[in-house]
């Protein structure tokens, strides 16, 4: 007897066990699904109330974020103040270039870009 | 459906009230977890939940009968024909043959390991194909392959009586 042929005589066979059941277990068989049933009946109700649960947790959640932007904003500016503190810094420098009494620095500085475009030019000139 | 499900636990399990619990369990899953999904999912997976829960039945009962074999009472042997169904209509020697067949069958059955006893009748007897199969079984297709070929392999040997 080849693969196909005993596969089909044990088909036939547990097809056969299965048509055969006792009436006892198919009653209970049958009890079991009606219990399954029965099951998701008590429990469908439940769902009616997804939706207002849903609706409260988006408005607890919009609430949420609301509250916390508007709580945020007075924040804002001694965040802003203690970021700029380095610009500041910076500026306090300033001054002392000032001071420094060596006004052709200064000038140097401010022709940087001048002199940097001179560099790149020069060769190119001679 | 709920049919052969029962002889898929009973074939696993070796007795009708494990068997009917399996089902009973499958069964209240699906509908509390699936209700909502496509119809045509259904059957692929009952069949996912019923190999799940035969599976944690096969664990349990292992367990069961290790503690029943240490603290004694491990001597008490399952007769497979007790259960054998009436083959009505049909002559005494074909119908003694068959329920030799039958006892043979269901103790082939269950000496096959868990998984090729699933790979076997997912396959063989529901006609899933080999994919449908692994989904069922959350194993790859390969090992469906596998399991399958060891199980008909297993089969035909304990059924070489019946097969000349």
Redesign the interface.
Known sequence: MNDDRLIERIRGELDGRAEGLTPSTLGRLRAARRAALDSASRRAPRRHWLPAVAASFFVIVATGVIWFELSRAPQTAPQMALASLPQIAAMSELPLLDESDEGDDLELYRDLEFYYWLEQELPHAG | M???A??FARVATGN?DDA?EI??EA??K???HY?QSDAAEWPALFHRILQSRIRDGYRRSAVRNRLRVWFGGGDEEDDPLQ?Q???HGQGPLQQLQ?ER??GA?EQALRALPNRQQQAF?LR??EGLSVEETARAMGCSAGSVKTHYSRA?QS??QR?ED???
């Open positions: 709920e049919r052969r029962f002889r009708d009917l089902v009973q069964m209240l699906l509908v509390q209700a259960n169904p009436d083959h068959n067949f039958g069958l009748l063989a007897w008909i089969l035909r059924l019946f097969t000349a």
